[in-house]
Each structure stands twice: as structure tokens, then as C-alpha cells.
């Protein structure tokens, strides 16, 4: 493999980030919402109103309940060391249930960035003249999936730097102590993440070879969020929590079905039919 042409590949294509609205307005706009704004506006209403205060605007009365259903545990224990609801609620939803929230930012973020890398060279042109260079064609895909790869995880990576800080900072009033990042969040950002960056690489490939556009692309991508979706419902109603077992496991299943779509996308695409699917 030729790292020097890679390089310029990946590197290439995260430049054209800058220069397209469609993919870093999403990278800016997502990270905001989800890790700023919404944690944010909770512990400020949680310390402002308190649970009863806050129990229509975020059902928080259905969050004191489902602590109460937690199995025996540290995390139960954890939780219940803490001396008065507001802080149990807050520690719960901080720490475990936005776990499932965080899953949305790499697969949107890696979702797009590929669907612009593989499908946008269709639609302009480009990528025929990639498949006439004499690059080889595995070096092509390493590129193309370090331009994903590496902006999924630097978004990632800055994204739980501000959650960080949001949480801490807000909420060190009320706890008087850090509660910010715990076991359960370090394997998420080290392990999980990653292997569901690359899944949702690796799946958005086959799509970008098969539709026509960046637009097709991106709808298809889209449901890939379904399952971070019914997780999210699934912690919400108790089914489950994402704690550091699971999170453990969970990454690596997630790791072992990108490694079957490597496979599957090393045996079934090459030059010739991403040509074809060029001038389709």
C-alpha cells in the first residue's frame, strides 16, 4: 500500500470539508444541541426548579422512578449514596443515560463525511479520475476511510471535552465534587465509538458505490441511527442500562460486524465495478 498517496487522499477530502455547508454544518450544529445545550438547560433547571419543578418539562418524576427499579449494584449504590433526588436524577442521566445520546454524534458525523467522500465524487466526476490514477485501489478505500475515520474521532474526542466541562462546571455546585467522566464513558470513547465509526464507514460505503448521489447516500445512512434510537427508548423505559459491561461487549460485536463488512467490501468491490457504478 502506498501511505504517501493515502495520506494525500484522506487528507485531500478533510479539506473539502471546509468548503462544503452540507457536512460541517451538521458537525457544528449536532455537537452544540447535544453536548452543550441539552445538558446544559437540564442541570441548570434541575438546580433552579428541583425535581418537582422540572416533572412537566422533563418528566423527571418517571426518571426518580426508574433509579428506584435499578437492580442491586454499584451503580444503584453509587447512586443512591448521593443525598437528595436532584442529585441521583442528575448522576443517572449525565452519566449513563446520555451514553446512548452520544452514540448519534459519530454515526451522523461519520455518515455524512463518507457519504460526501464516496457518493459527491459521483456526482462531480471526480472519482473516475481517481479510478484511472494508478493508485491502487486498496490505498484508495484506507483513504478514504482515515477522511472519515479521523474527523469522527476528532469531533468525538472535542465533543466529550465540552460535555465535560458543561457537566462539571454546572454541576459542581450541587455535588460539590466532579462527577465527570466515569468508567462507563472512558470505554465508550475509547472502544465503542470507534468500532461504530468504522461500522458506520464501512456501511456507508457499500450505499455511496450503489445510489447515485450525496443525497441518497445520506437518507439510506440514516437509518443506521434506528438502534441507537431504540436504545435510548430501551434506557428510558428501564430495559436497560449502557454500563460499562455492556459497553464492553456491545463495542466489540459492534467491531466484529465492521470487520465482516471489510471482508464482504475486500472480496466484492474493485476497480472495475466502481467504475461501473461511476457511469451507471
Not at 52 to 71: C, F, R, V
Not at 224 to 244: C, Y
Request: a neutral charge.
Amino acid at each position: 500500500m502506498d501511505r504517501r498517496a493515502m495520506w494525500a487522499i484522506a487528507i485531500k477530502d478533510i479539506k473539502a470539508i471546509r468548503s462544503s455547508v452540507q457536512v460541517w454544518l451538521p458537525m457544528i450544529l449536532v455537537p452544540i444541541v447535544m453536548c452543550a445545550l441539552i445538558p446544559g438547560g437540564m442541570i441548570y433547571g434541575v438546580r433552579r426548579f428541583g425535581i418537582e419543578g422540572m416533572g412537566n418539562m422533563g418528566n423527571m418524576d418517571s426518571l426518580a422512578k426508574l433509579i428506584d427499579s435499578l437492580p442491586p449494584g454499584s451503580l444503584r449504590d453509587t447512586i443512591t449514596s448521593f443525598d437528595s433526588p436532584e442529585k441521583q436524577v442528575l448522576y443517572f442521566v449525565l452519566n449513563h443515560l446520555f451514553v446512548s445520546f452520544f452514540l448519534i454524534i459519530p454515526l451522523m458525523l461519520s455518515s455524512v463525511i463518507t457519504a460526501n467522500s464516496f457518493a459527491v465524487e459521483k456526482e462531480r466526476g471526480t472519482l473516475e479520475t481517481l479510478l484511472f490514477s494508478p493508485v491502487e485501489i486498496r490505498t484508495l478505500f484506507a483513504g478514504k476511510v482515515l477522511s472519515a475515520f479521523i474527523p469522527g474521532m476528532a469531533v468525538t474526542f472535542l465533543c466529550g471535552l465540552v460535555y465535560g466541562i458543561v457537566v462539571n462546571v454546572l454541576a459542581y455546585p450541587l455535588f460539590e465534587e466532579l462527577i465527570f467522566p466515569t468508567l462507563n464513558w472512558a470505554v465508550l470513547l475509547l472502544w465503542t465509538i470507534p468500532a461504530v465509526i468504522l461500522f458506520a464507514i464501512f456501511i456507508n460505503v457499500i450505499i455511496s458505490a450503489k445510489v447515485k448521489g450525496f443525497q441518497e447516500a445520506y437518507q439510506l445512512s440514516g437509518l443506521l441511527v434506528l438502534p441507537v434510537l431504540a436504545l435510548v427508548l430501551g434506557q428510558a423505559l428501564g430495559a436497560l442500562v449502557l454500563d460499562t459491561q455492556w459497553l464492553l461487549w456491545g463495542g466489540a460485536m459492534v467491531l466484529a460486524l465492521a470487520m465482516g463488512m471489510l471482508g464482504f467490501i475486500s472480496r466484492h468491490f474493485d476497480r472495475n465495478r466502481l467504475f461501473e457504478s461511476q457511469v451507471s
